[in-house]
């Protein structure tokens, strides 16, 4: 049974940091690429970051700066490190995994998943 479980979520003032945390398992995390997407109320499900399976990394315009994504193959963890957070950032946060390899184009899209967690809240005070 594949698994992936977020945490690192919370509250926090602009301009703090989070680190989101995911950790997966059930699959051959190595050959996974794995996405972080945030979905705000009322809102659609936007991209946020990916890694690839070789470690490639992408970013949506509203992030590149300010988060990080990584990834630990031992500890079968992908984190997103988030810094000089907004109020605009608040939202439920999702990792997800996709097998194989992918172009940016498609590792920002959230069809192109296979496995998804659970959500984990960020809420961002102005």
């Known amino acids: 049974q594949v698994q992936l479980v977020e945490s690192g979520g919370g509250l926090v003032q602009a301009g703090g940091s989070l680190r989101l945390s995911c950790v997966v398992s059930?699959?051959?995390?190595?050959?996974?690429?794995m996405g972080w997407f945030r979905q705000a109320p009322g809102k659609e499900r936007e991209f946020v970051a990916a890694i690839t399976w070789s470690g490639g990394t992408y970013y949506a315009d509203s992030v590149k700066g300010r988060f990080t994504i990584s990834r630990d193959n031992a500890k079968k963890t992908v984190y997103l490190q988030m810094n000089s957070l907004k109020p605009e950032d608040t939202a439920v946060y999702y990792c997800?995994?996709?097998?194989?390899?992918?172009?940016?184009?498609?590792?920002?899209?959230?069809?192109?998943?296979?496995?998804w967690g659970q959500g984990t809240q960020v809420t961002v005070s102005s």
């Open positions: 059930g699959l051959t995390f190595m050959n996974y690429g």
């Open positions: 997800a995994a996709v097998l194989g390899s992918h172009s940016g184009q498609a590792m920002g899209a959230h069809t192109t998943y296979n496995y």
